[in-house]
């Protein structure tokens, strides 16, 4: 069975501090694909990112960028120089291969304060 | 622009109360799910289904049932609505598996 932990439940920050959300995972499977989604208050979940297995290099977008560890086995997210527009609830996934259903972390609730 | 549709944001029903989830999709994607959100255990797999008139039991499918008549729709049915079922329910659609799924905007149902 796959698990995914977030071990954080709330962050808050003030605006232009930057914000990494851990994100560790347990799978038996060797090719897996990890991905993390933002839930603004509106509601809908947005996809940010899709990393399989075999992929380890970092990857940075914007203000955002992801630290992929398979040693610990880790897909940790950083928000560089936060902006109120962050505010959401961030949540990390897994799926196998082959495998429709996602995994779903508790997800990390992130203030910005301005 | 891709869309999830799901009929009501929010929704207040009786126990005992037969309650239907309605979500539609555009974007011609084979696979669709229902998830169930509460806090402090992120979301959780009721149902999904990868083919019209297709359904696999997800984690927690007890109390719940599907349809999927069309491609497009795919309905949540709560036979008899309980208290524990009051909750954020979230439908996805993807092409194929480990794939992005996308998202509808959510229906908050209240169970009294």
């Known amino acids: 069975a796959q698990k995914v932990t977030q071990a954080q439940t709330e962050i808050s920050v003030v605006e232009k501090e930057d914000v990494t959300l851990d994100c560790v995972y347990e799978?038996?499977?060797?090719?897996?694909?990890l991905f993390w989604y933002k839930q603004p208050p509106s509601g809908e979940l947005v996809f940010l990112i899709r990393?399989?297995?075999?992929?380890?290099q970092n990857e940075i977008s914007g203000r955002y960028s992801w630290n992929f560890q398979k040693s610990t086995s880790s897909f940790n997210f950083t928000i560089t120089a936060s902006q109120v527009v962050d505010s959401a609830v961030y949540f990390c996934?897994?799926?196998?291969?082959?495998?429709?259903?996602?995994?779903f972390g508790a997800g990390t609730t992130v203030t910005v304060r301005a | 622009d891709v869309k999830v549709t799901q009929s009501s944001r929010y929704l207040v029903k009786r126990t005992g109360e037969k309650v239907f989830l309605e979500c539609v999709q555009d974007?011609?994607?084979?696979?669709m799910f229902w998830y169930r959100q509460d806090p402090g255990l992120g979301l959780r797999l009721i149902y999904f289904?990868?083919?019209?008139?297709?359904?696999e039991k997800g984690d927690i499918p007890e109390g719940y049932s599907v349809s999927r008549e069309k491609k497009e729709r795919f309905s949540l049915i709560l036979e008899s609505a309980s208290t524990n079922q009051t909750s954020m329910y979230l439908c996805?659609?993807?092409?194929?598996?480990?794939?992005?799924?996308?998202f509808g905007q959510g229906t908050r149902l209240t169970v009294v």
């Open positions: 289904s990868y083919d019209v008139k297709m359904k």
């Open positions: 996934a897994l799926s196998i291969l082959n495998d429709y259903k996602l995994s």
């Open positions: 996805a659609s993807s092409l194929k598996p480990n794939t992005e799924a996308f």
């Open positions: 974007m011609d994607h084979e696979n």
């Open positions: 799978t038996r499977d060797t090719t897996y694909y």
């Open positions: 990393r399989n297995s075999f992929d380890e």
